[in-house]
C-alpha cells in the first residue's frame, strides 16, 4: 500500500473510517494508538521525530518500570527531536536539551514505499550514562532510502536508568528492582510491535542493532525472557561481550553512595521529590569515583547472565546475528593507562603485536581492542553459530582518505548511517561514499531478510563452524579467514572463566 494524497481536511474523514496512515496535504500523516501525528518529508524520507512510546519518569514514576504514554485527541506535528534522557555534560557531547520527559523514538522510511517495510531499531551507546538518539551521527534518512523504516530511541540513562529502586518500602514491597533504562527500551519493542504498521512497517520483521553499550544492550535483550519475540534479527557493533553485569548488592551499594550525595546536595530524604539538577550533581559525584558506577544489574528478572556465560550455554535468542568491531577502537594518552592494560603480558604481548612491540602506547591499544572487543566478539560468533543460527563476522579497518595522513580512524558508524560533515567523520570523498553504500547495503538487506549478501556486493560468507569474516579496509571488502585467530586463540585462553 502506498501513501494516499489527500488535502488536510481530510484527516477527519480518515479517523472516521479507520485509516491508520496517510499523507495529509505534504505532510505524512499516522495514528498511532495514542493519537494522531503528522511528519515532515524530506529528500524522498519522511520522518516523525519525539514520538512518545512511555509516559515521562518522573516524580512518582522515577524509578518505575516505564507507563503507556498518554492518549491525545489532538493532532501532533512530530518535527523536533524530543529531549535527551539527563546525563552529565561533556564538552563536545552534542547534548544540548535534557529533559526527564526523554521517553521518545524517532521514525524515518520512505515516503513512498511498498509495504510492509523491515523495521531498525537503533539503540545508542554511552557507557550507560550519555547518549542520544538525536546525534546527528544517528540521523536514519540515508538508511531509509534503501527500503526500511529506522528507528533510533531514548531510554533511561546514568542514576535515572540503572540504579535500584532507592525507596526501602517500595522494595518491601515489589522486591529488589533495578534495570529502568532496560525496561524502556522493551517498551519502546513493544510500541514498535503495536503502532509499526500504521508506519507501513512489518512488526513481525524488526532488527535490533548498537554499538558499545548500545551493543551490549542488545546482546542482553537476546538474553532476555521479555523480549523473546520483539525482534527477529540483531547487529551487535563493538560489543564489550566479556564485560560482567553487576550484581545487585553492587547496585544497592552505589544507591547508597547516591542517596548520599542527593541528600549532602540538599535533595532531602525522597529522591523522587528532588530536582533532577540535584539528582545530577550527586550522579557526577558518584561518577567521579568510578565512571562504571550505572549499568545493567542482574536481577533475576531482566538480567539473569552475563552476556559471554549466556551465549556459551546457549540461552539466547536464536536469531540471525552480525557481529563484529573495528581494527582500533581506543588509544592510550596516559601513561598509568598503558602500565595497567600492559600488567604482566608485556613480553606476551610483543610476541602477539611485533609491530607495536617498541610502541608501548600502541601496543596497550591493540592490547585493549582485542580483549575487550576483537576476541569478544569472535566467542560470540562461535557460540551463537553452535546454536545453529546464521552467524555473520566483519572487522572494519577502512580510514576516510582524508584522514589517512593523520592515523586518525572514526569506525564504522559513520558509514553505517551514512553521515557526512559529522565531526569526527569529516568530509567524504567518493571512495568513502562508495564504500558507505555497500555497509549500508550489508546492514538494510540483513534487516530485509536475515541475509546481508546481495547483487554487486563482495560475498559475505556465513561464519558458523569457520573462521570466514569480511574484512573492511582501505585495500577493499572480502570474506577471508581471519588472520588473527593465533593471538585471539592466546587471549581467549588468558579470559576469565565466567
Not at 523536533?80 to 522510511?109: I, W
Not at 546514568?158 to 535500584?164: E, P, R, S, T
Request: glycine share 10%; with cysteine; aromatic share 8%.
Amino acid at each position: 500500500m502506498r501513501y494516499l494524497v489527500m488535502p488536510f481536511a481530510a484527516a477527519a474523514l480518515l479517523l472516521q473510517t479507520g485509516v491508520g496512515r496517510t499523507q495529509v496535504g505534504q505532510y505524512p500523516f499516522a495514528l498511532t494508538q495514542e493519537g494522531q501525528v503528522l511528519g515532515v518529508v524530506q529528500a524522498g524520507v519522511a520522518s516523525f521525530k519525539g514520538l512518545r512510546y512511555a509516559a515521562a519518569p518522573i516524580g512518582a514514576l522515577r524509578w518505575r518500570p516505564p507507563q503507556p504514554p498518554p492518549e491525545s485527541s489532538d493532532i501532533r506535528t512530530a518535527r523536533d527531536y524530543g529531549p535527551a534522557c539527563p546525563q552529565p555534560m561533556a564538552p563536545g557531547s552534542g547534548v544540548n536539551r535534557m529533559s526527564e520527559d526523554c521517553l521518545t523514538l524517532n521514525l524515518f522510511k520512505p515516503f513512498e514505499a511498498d509495504d510492509p517495510l523491515p523495521v531498525m531499531v537503533w539503540l545508542h551507546g554511552g557507557s550507560f550514562v550519555a547518549g542520544s538518539a538525536a546525534e546527528r551521527l544517528f540521523d536514519g534518512a540515508k538508511l531509509a532510502q534503501q527500503g526500511v523504516i529506522v528507528i533510533t530511541l531514548n531510554y533511561r540513562l546514568g542514576a535515572f536508568g540503572w540504579l535500584a529502586d532507592p525507596s526501602p518500602a517500595e522494595t518491601a514491597v515489589n522486591g529488589r528492582t533495578a534495570n529502568y533504562g532496560m525496561m524502556d527500551q522493551i517498551a519502546a519493542l513493544r510500541w514498535i510491535r503495536d503502532n509499526i504498521a500504521a508506519f507501513g512497517g512489518d512488526p513481525d520483521n524488526v532488527m535490533l542493532f548498537g554499538a558499545a553499550s548500545g551493543a551490549a544492550s542488545v546482546a542482553l535483550l537476546m538474553l532476555c525472557e521479555p523480549a523473546r519475540g520483539l525482534f527477529r534479527k540483531a547487529i551487535l557493533e563493538s560489543v564489550p561481550g566479556r564485560e560482567r553485569v553487576r550484581e545487585m548488592e553492587t547496585t544497592e551499594a552505589v544507591g547508597r553512595r547516591f542517596l548520599q550525595a542527593v541528600a549532602r546536595g540538599g535533595g532531602g530524604n525522597d529522591p523522587r521529590a528532588a530536582d533532577s539538577d540535584v539528582l545530577l550533581a550527586a550522579e557526577k559525584i558518584v561518577l567521579s569515583n568510578s565512571v562504571q558506577s550505572f549499568g545493567p544489574t542482574r536481577d533475576g528478572m531482566l538480567v539473569t547472565d552475563d552476556i559471554a556465560p549466556g551465549f556459551e550455554a546457549g540461552r539466547e535468542s536464536r536469531i540471525p546475528l552480525i557481529i563484529g568491531s573495528n581494527e582500533d577502537e581506543t588509544t592510550f594518552g596516559a601513561e598509568p593507562d598503558v602500565r595497567e592494560e600492559l600488567g604482566d603480558v608485556t613480553d606476551e604481548a610483543r610476541k602477539l603485536y611485533p609491530e607495536a612491540s617498541g610502541h608501548p602506547k600502541a601496543l596497550a591499544a591493540r592490547l585493549y581492542t582485542d580483549r575487550v572487543f576483537t576476541e569478544p566478539a569472535r566467542f560470540l560468533a562461535r557460540r551463537h553459530a553452535a546454536t545453529g543460527a546464521p552467524v555473520f563476522r566483519y572487522r572494519f579497518s577502512y580510514v576516510p582518505e582524508a584522514q589517512r595522513a593523520d592515523g586518525d580512524r572514526v569506525g564504522e558508524l559513520p558509514f553505517v548511517f551514512g553521515a557526512d560533515g559529522v565531526p569526527g567523520a569529516g568530509l567524504l570523498t567518493q571512495r568513502d561514499r562508495e564504500v558507505s553504500n555497500q555497509l549500508r547495503t550489508y546492514w538494510t538487506n540483513f534487516a530485509k531478510t536475515g541475509n546481508p549478501n546481495g547483487p554487486g556486493l563482495p560475498p559475505w560468507e556465513d561464519s558458523s563452524g569457520r573462521e570466514r569474516l569480511l574484512l573492511i579496509s582501505n585495500a577493499g571488502i572480502s570474506s577471508s579467514d581471519d588472520p588473527w585467530s593465533e593471538r585471539l586463540d592466546r587471549l581467549e585462553r588468558r579470559s576469565p572463566k565466567q
